[in-house]
């Protein structure tokens, strides 16, 4: 209960009713015994209990549609559990949302991270390929304040599911950031691994899967017209001039014929992803989230056990 402790110190001295909501997604561990009472500084802590693992975006989505239905917050902070949100930089979260008259989403923009070197590395292969197909790059992460206005939209994005940051761009919410520092884990090492970082960085890139399918169309279109050019260029030396052929040259038509059937053949996938991604059937969280939500238990002990 270190993270708790944390929040409850920063809480005490602000001027803001805080509850807390753990999310249980799908543990195995045991459940840690109750607190003999709340802490100083905050109203109510809670777990939301998840049926099965659905990994931190989709368990984000869970809980904060799950607030949204039951509770009248002005705002939530979305953070991570394991300590490298660090609550310290609550206030200033908080004091940029009231700055903007309590309807930006205000994220935690990462100045710098804690994690080690092959981390780093993949984090950057991922912020670069983000870029090239999304045309935006990755500044921010879970750590932010959502006021109830931007949530009441946001909890009927698909989008949601996928992504909770990419959510809130692609939902077009207002957005504002904090530079702060990524903190260090109070415990424990990280499970983030190659799987786990390109699972995330692909979630968050299906989010803009219009985009993302024509830019890569985009990119086809001008392979096909280098790949036409070179043909042409072929065809002009071979009939319209005096000039010598290698005897290659048949060979390289040959090639950039094939090369050019395989980009048509792609750009038709490409297409048809693009369509498809717009028709299919999509989890809804505020229609949908009750299927993973197990129970909410309170982690204060009730008056008269012990």
């Known amino acids: 209960m270190l993270l708790l402790e944390q929040i409850a110190a920063v809480a005490k001295p602000l001027q803001h009713r805080f509850e807390v909501m753990f999310v249980d997604d799908g543990s195995t561990d045991l459940m840690p015994p109750p607190l003999p009472e709340v802490p100083d500084g905050l109203a109510r802590v809670e777990t939301l209990r998840l049926r099965r693992n ?3 975006q989709r368990a984000i989505a869970i809980a904060i549609t799950y607030l949204y ?35 930006a989403v205000v994220f935690a923009q990462r100045a710098k991270r804690s994690e080690g070197l092959a981390f780093r590395i993949g984090y950057l292969g991922f912020k670069t390929v983000h870029s090239l197909l999304v045309g935006r790059g990755v500044e921010v992460g879970n750590f932010s304040v959502l006021p109830r206005s931007a949530l009441a939209r946001l909890v009927a994005a698909w989008e949601l599911w996928n992504h909770y940051a990419a959510a809130v761009y692609h939902a077009r919410l207002p957005v504002d950031m904090v530079p702060t520092a990524r903190a260090h884990r109070i415990r424990g090492e990280s499970k983030m691994n190659i799987v786990s970082l390109v699972t995330h960085g692909l979630s968050a890139i299906s989010v803009y899967h219009d985009t993302v399918s024509v830019r890569t169309l985009a990119f086809l279109s001008l392979a096909a017209l280098a790949v036409l050019t070179g043909l042409t260029s072929i065809v002009i030396v071979r009939f319209a001039t005096d000039l010598a052929i290698p005897g290659w040259a048949t060979s390289t038509a040959g090639i950039l014929l094939v090369t050019m059937m395989n980009l048509a053949l792609m750009s038709m996938f490409m297409v048809l992803f693009a369509l498809r991604g717009r028709s299919e059937y999509a989890f809804l969280p505020l229609r949908d989230y009750k299927l993973f939500v197990l129970e909410v238990c309170p982690l204060v002990q009730a008056q008269g056990e012990g």
């Open 54 to 56: 659905l990994g931190h």
């Open 69 to 103: 239905a039951h509770a009248e917050h002005d705002a939530i902070v979305v953070m991570d559990g394991d300590g490298e949100d660090d609550p310290a930089d609550i206030p200033r979260l908080l004091a940029r949302f009231m700055e903007t008259g309590r309807q």
